[in-house]
């Protein structure tokens, strides 16, 4: 019997996302294809809604809110922080990215916005969030999930 997408089973698809210009944002193409263990929150929820009751050999092409995808832009994730921050730092610019710490301490990326005299307001919110998704899918191998990747809730 073959196996369809649901709960439990593991699913390896080739992927292309682009955005709504068109522009290549990730591929596996060139790669291995992307293993994921499906019902368990391992890939955006538009792509794993969309992949339901497929099966090997399927092509989709999937467009994803931003909703169902990385979320909405926060503009409380826009932070202003002063420029003595950035201390042995040469040239702080626009688009530029950085590790900072969050108030719980845990690692979080934020992007440079904006730089004036003695601020710059940086960005933590997801590079993608508020962008449109447009995944390219093919469903290139289907299995059951072990009882253990299915306790851990993910792919070994
Ligand atoms: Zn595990």
Do not use: C, W
Request: charged fraction near 25%.
């Amino acid at each position: 019997m073959s196996l369809i997408i649901g709960d439990n089973v593991v699913v390896s698809i080739h992927y292309t996302l682009t955005d709504s210009s068109g522009e290549v944002l990730d591929s596996s193409e060139g790669s291995d294809p992307l293993n994921y263990l499906h019902g368990a929150g391992n890939i955006i929820p538009g792509l794993e809604r969309a992949l339901v009751g497929k099966a090997v050999g399927s092509n989709l092409e999937v467009v994803v809110a931003p909703e169902d995808g990385y979320g909405e832009v926060h503009e409380d994730l826009l932070q202003e922080v002063p420029m003595a921050a950035f201390q042995g730092v040469d040239d702080i610019e626009p688009g530029m990215a950085f590790e900072a710490q969050d108030q719980e301490g845990n690692a979080r990326r934020v992007v440079v916005r904006s730089v004036s005299d003695d601020t710059v307001v940086v960005d933590a919110n997801h590079p993608l969030a508020g962008v449109e998704l447009n995944f390219a899918v093919e469903v290139v191998d289907i299995r059951d999930a072990s009882e253990e990747e299915i306790a851990h809730g993910h792919v070994h």
